[in-house]
């Protein structure tokens, strides 16, 4: 899978993706950096084909309405820290993949990871 990380998320998250092998862009890789527009991040990741990870339901929004992102991501763990975040994704990223063979709208909590569209 080929990933593209939002400004939220930690360059940290970016980096253990890519040691397991993940092709993966965070917002700091962008020329404009975490100045980029969310329209723009969701035009980079439906270019390079990839799931948009993000917490900002701003990127819902887009999603449903407009379709762009056309793969999303969504983490809702609330506030945790990067250890954390990563142990959650790291149980999860078997079932977050077989879930985005069925669909391309996934959202991931907790305990939980469920296909929304």
Do not use: Y
């Amino acid at each position: 899978m080929k990933f593209l990380l939002d400004a939220q998320l930690p360059i940290q998250l970016a980096r253990w993706l890519r040691a397991a092998g993940f092709d993966v862009v965070h917002t700091l890789d962008l020329a404009l950096s975490n100045r980029t527009t969310d329209r723009e991040i969701a035009r980079q990741a439906d270019a390079e084909q990839r799931v948009l990870v993000t917490k900002d339901a701003d990127f819902v929004d887009s999603h449903l309405i407009r379709n762009e992102p056309a793969k999303l991501l969504l983490i809702s763990v609330g506030n945790t820290s990067n250890l954390t975040l990563k142990l959650i994704l790291e149980r999860k990223l078997p079932e977050i993949q077989a879930c985005f063979e069925e669909g391309v709208f996934v959202e991931v909590g907790r305990e939980t990871v469920m296909i929304r569209g």
